[in-house]
């Protein structure tokens, strides 16, 4: 069937040159093949930009660790739930380690693009990580092969992120987390009374938040340096009420601790474009999928 | 489960033989089919870009499946790993890990068993779902002549609350322009359409199939767990945070499980754009369902990879 269409200028031969040699391959059954196929949760575009920077991907990887929080712990007090942050580092610390894990297992110098899923309910915190292995082509890696499968980094940033942090001459050492949860104080029965008819902030939440930041901040900025980081960058923070106590206040914050592998910041110079092209139409491959039930990559 | 969507037991696409006998197409089918307008499913930056590769649209196709879950009460079929006491897996090479109390005997309600268990009837009822819907659409693009189905889109949803899942796959079935048929005359498919799809394509990886698997364990959650999921500290539990050793392995388990069926359909072929989907039911007393699904492009790398030019890092105006 054809479609009628002979569009006025010619389309790239060697597009569709290429076309039809990817059909050919096809049209012989492929020989029995016992290779480890790689798999990966990239992108195209990801995948394409990694092998530009020199890197390819191996493996889906994934770390997952449940920590049970103790009974009676979200009962109101006073101060920080140290518990609850407690359990909290050692689910992160967990399935971090998992991730590494399973990245050395297929020769892995790091993962990239790790989503990160963390989960606090009443009894215990879950955390989910999952990501692609990937490994640099020609076998450099700056802290050396051996090293760099020993303790391989982890990462959050998207394969565009990696590249662009490599090219200014930094690498990511690792996930650097932080949480803290803490308690709002209770207001005396006669300060409540006096606030019911009043617009007045309510100051024992507002401090509960800024000592809840400032303890998850500390974590992570401290968890960065463990990991051997100079700095963190995308930090993420989730910050609120907890949904099953509501006198509780937690604030986590996580991102990307990175390093200067270079010998100074290699200042990338963008070029800086005028994009003349309409804005209206977006190119999304996935646009058949209904709402909820897409599973594009989100970043 | 080892059996993919285009019906693979992973050594080669053996989809071929059922998506030659398109004869259970209905007769309304038929002649839509036979009409001479193509339809499809594709954006109209999609349809360019099919058309600059040489892909010509000729209709949208799809392929529906709506499956009951059986029974899973008392003298169901799928009664199979509900007694604690059968232990081992449920078929020769399904995962299976028992846990055993540290209290001896405390009372008939005490927990003192534990097992996480591959659930692979639930596995292979999913496959069959999702592969019959698959094969069903791959049925009406052979019946176009078509070589591969682009832009695909499956769904897997539940009808009311009467147990019951359809599975539901729709795509573009295209033609190559002065292509060969693929071997065995399946049409290749893929998620990937648009630019997308020619970017994969200029990289050298050409789409095989899509690819699922759904991946199930039960996790029968022996004391510790229980206590450790429920926040309690009975019968000398740790007093502090601890790690749930059970479900964290259950969770693992199922992941590397979904991969470990996806890439049985590969035959070596890479998947791309995988994408991994947990749902985690929790019964009662530590007690546990969890699923995973993981979905992707399975590729197959036509030509070495060219070197890319790592692109110029741009800033824009607009």
Redesign the interface.
């Given at each position: 069937m054809s479609t009628g269409f002979s569009p006025g200028t010619a389309p790239p031969a060697d597009v569709r040159a290429e076309m039809l040699l990817g059909a050919q391959s096809l049209a012989t059954p492929a020989p029995p093949s016992q290779a480890r196929g790689i798999t990966s949760d990239l992108s195209v575009d990801e995948a394409l930009l990694l092998h530009a920077a020199g890197w390819e991907p191996l493996d889906l990887v994934c770390g997952v660790a449940v920590v049970s929080v103790p009974v009676g712990v979200w009962n109101w007090g006073r101060g920080a739930i140290s518990l609850a942050s407690d359990a909290h580092d050692q689910a992160v610390d967990q399935a971090a380690a998992q991730l590494r894990g399973e990245c050395s297992k297929v020769h892995g110098h790091g993962v990239v693009g790790v989503r990160v899923e963390v989960s606090v309910r009443t009894h215990h915190v879950d955390v989910e990580l999952v990501g692609t292995a990937v490994r640099p082509m020609e076998g450099q890696d700056p802290r050396g092969a051996d090293a760099a499968q020993a303790m391989p980094f982890t990462s959050d940033l998207s394969a565009r992120d990696f590249t662009l942090l490599q090219r200014a001459g930094w690498m990511p050492v690792g996930l650097a987390f932080g949480a803290s949860f803490v308690y709002a104080p209770r207001r005396t029965a006669g300060t409540a009374m006096k606030q019911t008819r009043q617009n007045v902030e309510l100051t024992n939440y507002t401090e509960a938040m800024y000592s809840a930041r400032e303890s998850a901040m500390e974590k992570m900025q401290r968890s960065a340096l463990h990991a051997g980081g100079q700095g963190v960058v995308e930090v993420k923070v989730t910050e609120g009420p907890m949904s099953f106590a509501r006198h509780a206040v937690g604030f986590t914050a996580w991102g990307t601790a990175v390093r200067l592998v270079a010998e100074s910041h290699q200042f990338v110079q963008p070029q800086v474009v005028l994009p003349l092209d309409d804005a209206v139409v977006t190119f999304e491959a996935e646009s058949l999928r209904s709402g909820g039930q897409g599973r594009g990559r989100k970043r | 489960m080892t059996v993919g969507p285009d019906g693979s037991d992973g050594?080669?696409?053996s989809a071929g033989a059922p998506a030659q006998t398109p004869g259970d197409l209905p007769e309304a089918a038929v002649r839509r089919l036979e009409s001479?307008v193509?339809s499809s499913?594709l954006?109209?930056?999609?349809f360019a870009a099919c058309?600059?590769?040489?892909?010509?649209?000729?209709a949208l196709v799809q392929g529906f499946c709506v499956m009951q879950w059986g029974w899973y009460g008392q003298g169901s079929g799928y009664m199979r790993g509900l007694s604690p006491y059968t232990g081992g897996p449920q078929s020769a090479g399904s995962y299976s890990e028992t846990y055993r109390c540290p209290h001896g005997f405390v009372s008939n309600e005490h927990r003192s068993w534990g097992q996480n268990l591959e659930q692979p009837w639930v596995e292979a009822a999913w496959a069959q779902g999702y592969g019959s819907a698959y094969q069903r659409m791959l049925e009406e693009a052979t019946t176009?002549?078509a070589?591969g189905v682009i832009?695909v889109?499956d769904?897997v949803?539940s009808v009311a609350d009467t147990g019951t899942t359809e599975f539901h796959f729709?795509g573009t079935a295209v033609?190559?322009?002065?292509?060969?048929?693929?071997?065995?005359g399946v049409p290749?498919s893929t998620?990937?359409?648009?630019?997308?799809?020619?970017?994969?394509?200029?990289?050298?990886?050409?789409p095989?199939a899509v690819v699922a698997a759904l991946a199930s364990v039960r996790v029968w959650a022996y004391c510790m767990t229980e206590y450790?999921?429920?926040?309690?500290?009975s019968w000398g539990g740790?007093?502090?945070?601890?790690?749930?050793e059970q479900?964290?392995k259950a969770?693992?388990a199922v992941?590397?499980l979904a991969?470990k069926h996806?890439?049985q359909q590969?035959?070596?072929?890479?998947?791309?754009?995988?994408?991994?989907?947990?749902v985690a039911r929790e019964l009662s007393q530590g007690d546990e369902v969890i699923d995973c699904t993981?979905?992707?492009n399975r590729v197959?790398r036509?030509?070495d990879?060219d070197?890319?030019?790592?692109?110029?890092?741009?800033?824009?105006?607009?």
């Amino acid at each position: 069937m054809s479609t009628g269409f002979s569009p006025g200028t010619a389309p790239p031969a060697d597009v569709r040159a290429e076309m039809l040699l990817g059909a050919q391959s096809l049209a012989t059954p492929a020989p029995p093949s016992q290779a480890r196929g790689i798999t990966s949760d990239l992108s195209v575009d990801e995948a394409l930009l990694l092998h530009a920077a020199g890197w390819e991907p191996l493996d889906l990887v994934c770390g997952v660790a449940v920590v049970s929080v103790p009974v009676g712990v979200w009962n109101w007090g006073r101060g920080a739930i140290s518990l609850a942050s407690d359990a909290h580092d050692q689910a992160v610390d967990q399935a971090a380690a998992q991730l590494r894990g399973e990245c050395s297992k297929v020769h892995g110098h790091g993962v990239v693009g790790v989503r990160v899923e963390v989960s606090v309910r009443t009894h215990h915190v879950d955390v989910e990580l999952v990501g692609t292995a990937v490994r640099p082509m020609e076998g450099q890696d700056p802290r050396g092969a051996d090293a760099a499968q020993a303790m391989p980094f982890t990462s959050d940033l998207s394969a565009r992120d990696f590249t662009l942090l490599q090219r200014a001459g930094w690498m990511p050492v690792g996930l650097a987390f932080g949480a803290s949860f803490v308690y709002a104080p209770r207001r005396t029965a006669g300060t409540a009374m006096k606030q019911t008819r009043q617009n007045v902030e309510l100051t024992n939440y507002t401090e509960a938040m800024y000592s809840a930041r400032e303890s998850a901040m500390e974590k992570m900025q401290r968890s960065a340096l463990h990991a051997g980081g100079q700095g963190v960058v995308e930090v993420k923070v989730t910050e609120g009420p907890m949904s099953f106590a509501r006198h509780a206040v937690g604030f986590t914050a996580w991102g990307t601790a990175v390093r200067l592998v270079a010998e100074s910041h290699q200042f990338v110079q963008p070029q800086v474009v005028l994009p003349l092209d309409d804005a209206v139409v977006t190119f999304e491959a996935e646009s058949l999928r209904s709402g909820g039930q897409g599973r594009g990559r989100k970043r | 489960m080892t059996v993919g969507p285009d019906g693979s037991d992973g050594s080669e696409r053996s989809a071929g033989a059922p998506a030659q006998t398109p004869g259970d197409l209905p007769e309304a089918a038929v002649r839509r089919l036979e009409s001479t307008v193509f339809s499809s499913g594709l954006t109209v930056p999609d349809f360019a870009a099919c058309l600059d590769l040489g892909l010509e649209p000729v209709a949208l196709v799809q392929g529906f499946c709506v499956m009951q879950w059986g029974w899973y009460g008392q003298g169901s079929g799928y009664m199979r790993g509900l007694s604690p006491y059968t232990g081992g897996p449920q078929s020769a090479g399904s995962y299976s890990e028992t846990y055993r109390c540290p209290h001896g005997f405390v009372s008939n309600e005490h927990r003192s068993w534990g097992q996480n268990l591959e659930q692979p009837w639930v596995e292979a009822a999913w496959a069959q779902g999702y592969g019959s819907a698959y094969q069903r659409m791959l049925e009406e693009a052979t019946t176009h002549g078509a070589h591969g189905v682009i832009g695909v889109v499956d769904r897997v949803s539940s009808v009311a609350d009467t147990g019951t899942t359809e599975f539901h796959f729709l795509g573009t079935a295209v033609t190559v322009d002065g292509g060969p048929p693929p071997a065995g005359g399946v049409p290749w498919s893929t998620y990937l359409a648009g630019q997308r799809l020619t970017k994969s394509i200029e990289a050298g990886f050409m789409p095989v199939a899509v690819v699922a698997a759904l991946a199930s364990v039960r996790v029968w959650a022996y004391c510790m767990t229980e206590y450790l999921m429920e926040g309690s500290m009975s019968w000398g539990g740790p007093t502090g945070p601890h790690l749930v050793e059970q479900v964290s392995k259950a969770h693992m388990a199922v992941r590397q499980l979904a991969r470990k069926h996806v890439r049985q359909q590969l035959a070596g072929d890479e998947l791309h754009g995988a994408t991994i989907d947990v749902v985690a039911r929790e019964l009662s007393q530590g007690d546990e369902v969890i699923d995973c699904t993981l979905r992707g492009n399975r590729v197959r790398r036509f030509k070495d990879f060219d070197q890319v030019e790592l692109p110029r890092p741009t800033v824009r105006l607009a």
